[in-house]
């Protein structure tokens, strides 16, 4: 619950530093609470089964900014792959984990 909290403080930051103006946006603090988005998310899916609903809720307002920020394709692709790259890189961590720690879990990595 405690991550859960932390995305969507991080997430309302994040839009918080966006609706101050465009002088504010790409500034140093829109940075930090874009990142602190992406760890919430990672974070959040990577404890429960809610962390999808959070993603779906997150992705939903992602979308919604991302139609009145569809001018600058630059910007989008920033606001769409900052906060999916915690989440892949604890997946990658999570699976070379489970291949070394036992025999029983080697099928999860496949033996190329």
């Given at each position: 619950?405690?991550?859960t909290?932390f ?9 918080n ?6 002088s504010?946006a ?14 919430g998310?990672?974070m959040?899916?990577s ?12 992705g ?6 991302l ?7 630059k910007?989008?692709?920033?606001v ?15 699976i ?10 080697s ?6």
């Amino acid at each position: 619950m405690i991550a859960t909290a932390f995305t969507a403080f991080a997430f309302t930051s994040f839009t918080n530093q966006q609706e101050l103006g465009p002088s504010r946006a790409f500034g140093l603090s829109w940075w930090f609470w874009l990142a602190m988005t992406g760890l919430g998310l990672g974070m959040t899916v990577s404890i429960k089964w809610v962390g999808l609903f959070t993603i779906a809720w997150v992705g939903a307002l992602t979308l919604v900014q991302l139609w009145v920020m569809l001018g600058d394709v630059k910007n989008v692709s920033v606001v769409c792959f900052l906060p999916f790259s915690p989440v892949a890189s604890n997946h990658w961590l999570t699976i070379g984990l489970r291949s070394a720690s036992s025999p029983s879990t080697s099928w999860l990595v496949s033996s190329a």
